[in-house]
């Protein structure tokens, strides 16, 4: 009886160990399926984020600031700036200006922008081409951007060198689908034709 006793108390606990250790087996499978889970998601998460850093790349060196905002009128300048190693295209820069006491969007298109430029435009040397000509045919003779009460950048468009288009405000830098459309009416256009180009800082090409 007591051997009986004794083989039936070491079945029993040969059973109740193999039980733990297949519960043990079995959580210890659980935790390594999650950790596995968690890094694969970390590993997507880093390629996504990688993917949007490459696509981000160059549009993250295009934008624009303005010099002296609140100082002389005639002191005031629009810095566009790339500072990639590559050109951009079909620039458009739209600014917000108050004329006659009416706000209204004007139109800068810029066309291409050269790699690593810093091209200045003084508002003395921006012409509002549409307010009205009344046969006026001298761009020598059309209002000064810096005549006008207030002036601001609402937005830039451009295309980088893969083909994307982008919209960059003071704040932010998004994928656009396609080009900001003029007005239905004659689009207010600023004309240019005196530029300053500078080479711009801190661009791309300097690290190399």
Known sequence: MRRANWAHAITVTGAALAAIAAIGGLWAQ???SY??????????????????RKTRAQASKVTYWVEHPHGRREGVKLH???RSSDPVSE???????SVG??????????????PCADIVYPATKLRLENIPRNNVSSPEEWPKLSDQGYWEVGFMYFVDG???SWIRTSKSLHERLSPPT?????PNIIYFNDEEVNKAGLCEDESR
């Not at 620039?91 to 200006?97: G, M, P």
């Not at 006491?101 to 050269?114: A, D, H, M, T």
């Not at 003029?182 to 004659?186: G, T």
Request: charged share 15%.
């Open 30 to 32: 659980a935790v390594a």
């Open 35 to 52: 950790w596995s889970q968690q890094t694969a998601k970390d590993q997507l998460a880093q390629s996504k984020e990688e993917d949007v």
């Open 80 to 82: 566009v700036l790339n």
């Open 91 to 97: 620039v458009q820069i739209v600014l917000h200006i």
């Open 101 to 114: 006491g009416q706000r209204q969007q004007w139109w800068l298109v810029l066309s291409n922008l050269r």
């Open 162 to 164: 893969n083909g994307t």
């Open 182 to 186: 003029y007005p239905e009416i004659v």
